[in-house]
């Protein structure tokens, strides 16, 4: 068979395009150089990781030995409301459990970005929408590509973390802490919420670069990525398979590793599906955690691929973010103008 040179470059061409679009990677050569990478910082991310945890557990219990005196002081105001909820439901444990890790997260992420939907749709109140991100973007929002994205949420929530709450709920039991009819001390808390976020960490940054390799990405994570400005509900907006991958059990795992308290689970849940439902809103909020870090993995793809940014930093997958004007950004707004006004983009040079 004879291949003329036309047809290897337009193979080669198409090829390396399919690369470009389909993993984030411009060559296989940048890709495989990306890999070894990974592997290679492994050893290195655990270590940083694992000192950060002990210096931040440090600093934390000086901290918190205040924070628990005002706990101690406060009536035993949480205490009281746990003992009343324990026995509204007669201490039956699934009930407590489903209600503390199913219910009360599923309320906060839905009443927080209800709220967030509104303005996507209506472009109401300015007070939010005057801080979106990617100016021009989803205003308004494709209301065809909302509807299908919640569909999915709701799929996701109800036929996969759901279910996935059976396995754990044996879990914790078996530790037979969890239903405890005493909370866990204020210090405590502190310190598996820490545990909880640097596992997060680990698990997500390196089952998200997973996923983009080119074969998972084209079939898996291409999904999620149908948003290149993303809003709140795209959180959850996933393949099943990468929703227990890299969404549930990267955040289902501290809490099993440690026995944790129903209470503490279901504060954890909550604060994490809140938080990553913030990272895709696309509004740079006052006083809220800034969303810039994974708003641009989603404008760049092969960039930001972590939670805290600690991994991307270890790993080199954060350089083109850290030259970007969303760097700049990158940061608690403490006033009320908008980032994009106080850092606004370089004027693009007319040609």
Known sequence: MIFSPCSQTVTCSSSATWMKRDSGYPTMAAHQDQEEKLWVAVKMSAIVLGSALLIFTALMNSVSWYVQKIWDTSGYFWQTTWLKLYDLFEGREWSLFLFGAALVPSLAFWCFNGILMVADVTGKPTFITRYRIQLGKNDPVDTQKLRQAIHTALFNQFFISFPMLVPMFYVMKWWGNTFSKELPTFQWFLMELSIFTLIEEILFYYS????????????????????????????????????????????????MLMGSHVAVIAAWFSLALVTTSISHCGYHLPFLPSPEFHDFHHLKFNQCYGVLGVLDYLHGTDDVFRQSKAYERHRVLLSLTPLSKSIPDIPKKAE
């Open 208 to 255: 998200h670069r997973l996923v983009h390799l080119p074969l998972l990405y084209k079939h898996i994570h291409k999904k999620h990525h149908e948003w290149t400005a993303p809003i709140g509900v795209v959180s959850i907006y996933a393949h099943p398979l990468e929703h227990i991958l890299s969404n549930t059990l990267p955040v289902m795992t501290g809490p």
